[in-house]
C-alpha cells in the first residue's frame, strides 16, 4: 500500500502546478487583451510648435513650426484627441541666445486623454532667441488688378497710418513698414473706401499693438490729365 502521507504530497503538488500553469495562461491572455485594446494608433498632422520665452524675449528664427505625432492608446484614448487642440510646448524660459536644438519627446505633447506619443516627425526642433524690442512702422496699402484705362491713382490713406510692432530686435531693425492684404483695383475707375483690410499675418510670436484686421484704405482716382498740344488718341 502507497504511503499516505506520499500520495497528498504528490496531489498537492500536481494541484500546484495546475494553478501555476492555469495562472501563466490566465496572464497571457490578459496581456494579449490589453495589448488589443490599447494598440490602436493615430497620426495627427500639423500639429503647432510652440517656443515659451521669458519675458522680455522672442523667437528670432525656428526651424520648425508644425510637426506629425503618432499617438497610441485605446480608441476612446484615441477619439478623446478630437476633444481639444493637440499642441507642442518648448519651455525655454531659462534660455538665452542661441542656437538651441531640443530632441521632442512625450513631454512637449499636450493633448487630451490618456494616448502615448510614440513618434515625433521631425524629432528635433532647432531655434534662435532674441531680445525682443518695440518699433513703430507705417501700415503700406498694397494693390493688385488695373485701373480703368484715362484713369490715375492720386492718393492712398490707411487708416491707422502705423502700426507698433513687438517682436525679435534684429528683425524690427530691417522693417520699416507692413503691408496690407492685396486690394483689387480691377475695373476701378473712381475713387472708393475699402474697410475692414487686413495686414499680413505676423510670426506667432511677434505682437500687434492694434488691430490686424480692421485697417481703412482711402483710394483717390482721378482721371489722367493730358499735356497740351498731345494727342489723346496717339499712343
Keep these: 500500500m502507497a504511503n499516505p502521507f506520499l500520495q497528498r504530497f504528490w496531489h498537492a503538488a500536481m494541484q500546484n502546478k495546475r494553478i501555476k500553469v492555469a495562472s501563466v495562461a490566465l496572464a497571457l491572455l490578459s496581456w494579449f487583451i490589453v495589448h488589443a485594446i490599447i494598440s490602436h494608433e493615430r ?40 476633444q ?6 518648448i519651455d ?3 534660455l538665452a541666445g542661441g542656437p538651441h536644438l531640443i530632441r521632442l519627446d512625450s513631454e512637449h505633447v499636450l493633448a487630451a486623454g490618456a494616448a502615448r506619443p510614440i ?23 498694397v494693390f493688385q488688378g488695373e485701373i480703368v484705362e484715362g484713369a490715375q491713382l492720386t492718393q492712398v490713406r490707411c487708416e491707422p497710418a502705423t502700426i507698433t510692432l513687438h ?11 507692413i503691408p496690407t492684404q492685396p ?53
Design 119 to 141: 513618434y515625433l516627425d521631425p524629432p528635433n526642433v532647432g531655434f534662435v532667441l532674441d531680445p525682443q524690442g518695440e518699433k513703430r512702422v507705417a501700415v503700406k496699402a
Design 84 to 89: 481639444s487642440p493637440v499642441r507642442v510646448e
Design 92 to 94: 525655454a524660459r531659462k
Design 43 to 82: 497620426l495627427v498632422r500639423e500639429v503647432p510648435v510652440t517656443v515659451r520665452t521669458d519675458e522680455g524675449w522672442a523667437v528670432l528664427d525656428v526651424s520648425v513650426k508644425q510637426v506629425s505625432i503618432l499617438f497610441r492608446g485605446s480608441q476612446e484614448d484615441l477619439r478623446r484627441l478630437e
Design 183 to 235: 486690394i483689387d483695383l480691377e475695373g476701378r475707375s473712381r475713387s472708393f473706401r475699402k474697410t475692414h483690410v487686413a495686414l499680413v499675418p505676423l510670426p506667432d510670436t511677434w505682437v500687434a499693438n492694434g488691430s490686424m484686421s480692421n485697417v481703412t484704405v482711402e483710394i483717390s482716382l482721378a482721371e489722367r490729365s493730358v499735356p497740351p498740344g498731345t494727342n489723346p488718341l496717339s499712343p
Design 167 to 177: 517682436g525679435p530686435r534684429r528683425r524690427l531693425a530691417g522693417l520699416d513698414s
